[in-house]
């Protein structure tokens, strides 16, 4: 169980340090939340200058100054009233697959929503792309995340344009569940063209974030939440990204965790698909619906089922029928012989193939001679001859 004094440093820290920080995450390892924030608000140990050997002088300031400006209680007061709550590491719901990050571990996790995000993490699948998206990426993700909600997989994404946007919907209208990981408050709705979707999210899902009440995102917050998209699922997908996409660094972030990284592949002449196509010649696995997705990461034995073109009734056949099918003429009648002629088989043998090719559909003779038929064969198991 936290303590009071745990949860109101770490509310705390959350302003006074950027997400990711490691040398910050050093710290807190070493003295704790409390005895990290204590230091940082000791005047001695500023003019000492010697409690955080290692850590360059402006950094430090940095954390000093916005240390002394906090006020944890109301941040925790400001998320209660938007139905917020802060989980921090020793909490029941705190997400342990976090503490992969080392010292960039978040400090706390700011959330919305009803679920408790440590059980449906265990089952979550990370779905990012390109935010100016194809209509084919964003069918792509709306399938792929509406697939997987359908077996109750929860999506991760960040709920920006284009491709998170799309995976989010797709959970949605699956009526499963989803989770937006922001680079900002979780009471600011960023983009503010998604306010509603983000909202739908708190309602039906969980909407969380690093950052406290009334932050607002930068790119460097952008990428930094990746990591967390990437060490909360079992592995991430790819929709749609260029070489430089910010959904390579969730995908890299992803492998080094060790967690499974996939792939949806795109057109060889279209950009938005080369970042993805870089990581499908690596290591990334490539996937192009949700039973694929689910049988790396599911359970043993959730296998995709088999994919190949239909079975059609010359398939069926034996050897030495097809070898003689593929020796009738197109198109006009021939004699057994000659038919035997090109199949390499006897008379005796060509008649006897071409008797049975005759029960099936294939051919009819036409006086001494035999031809394709001109009809459709229907299925090699209707029953032919008799009840």
Request: hydrophobic letters at 40%.
């Amino acid at each position: 169980m936290t303590s009071d004094d745990e949860r109101l440093a770490r509310a705390a820290l959350t302003r006074a340090v950027e997400p990711g920080d490691t040398h910050a995450g050093r710290w807190l390892r070493e003295y704790g939340a409390p005895g990290f924030l204590e230091r940082l608000r000791d005047p001695a140990g500023a003019q000492e200058g010697a409690l955080f050997p290692g850590t360059g002088e402006k950094r430090v300031d940095g954390w000093r100054r916005r240390a002394a400006a906090v006020e944890p209680r109301r941040d925790l007061e400001t998320a209660e009233a938007h139905g917020g709550r802060l989980v921090v590491p020793g909490d029941a719901e705190w997400p342990r697959q976090l503490d992969d990050l080392g010292d960039a571990r978040p400090v706390g996790l700011w959330i919305r929503g009803p679920a408790d995000l440590r059980a449906w993490a265990l089952r979550s699948v990370a779905v990012v792309g390109a935010r100016a998206c194809t209509p084919y990426g964003a069918h792509m993700a709306t399938t792929l995340a509406s697939g997987l909600a359908e077996q109750g997989w929860v999506v991760v994404s960040g709920a920006a344009f284009g491709v998170d946007g799309a995976a989010h919907r797709g959970a949605l209208a699956a009526q499963g569940a989803t989770v937006a990981v922001l680079a900002c408050g979780v009471d600011v709705p960023y983009p503010r063209g998604h306010a509603g979707l983000i909202g739908r999210i708190a309602e039906q899902g969980l909407v969380i974030g690093e950052l406290p009440p009334g932050s607002h995102p930068t790119p460097s917050r952008f990428i930094l939440r990746n990591r967390v998209i990437a060490a909360l699922t079992r592995g991430t997908v790819v929709v749609e990204a260029e070489y430089r996409s910010g959904s390579l660094v969730t995908a890299r972030s992803a492998a080094r965790l060790g967690r499974h990284t996939m792939g949806v592949p795109g057109a060889v002449t279209s950009g938005l698909s080369a970042g993805v196509h870089e990581l499908l010649r690596g290591e990334a696995t490539l996937v192009t619906d949700a039973a694929e997705v689910i049988e790396l990461v599911g359970d043993m034995g959730q296998l995709a089922p088999a994919r190949r073109g239909p079975v059609l009734p010359r398939d069926l056949l034996g050897p030495d029928a097809a070898r003689v099918l593929e020796a009738m003429p197109a198109g006009r009648p021939a004699p057994v012989s000659t038919i035997g002629d090109r199949a390499g088989s006897s008379t005796d043998d060509t008649l006897a193939r071409l008797y049975e090719l005759h029960s099936l559909g294939f051919v009819e003779r036409q006086g001494d001679d035999w031809r394709l038929t001109n009809t459709a064969t229907e299925g090699a198991n209707v029953r032919r001859g008799g009840t």
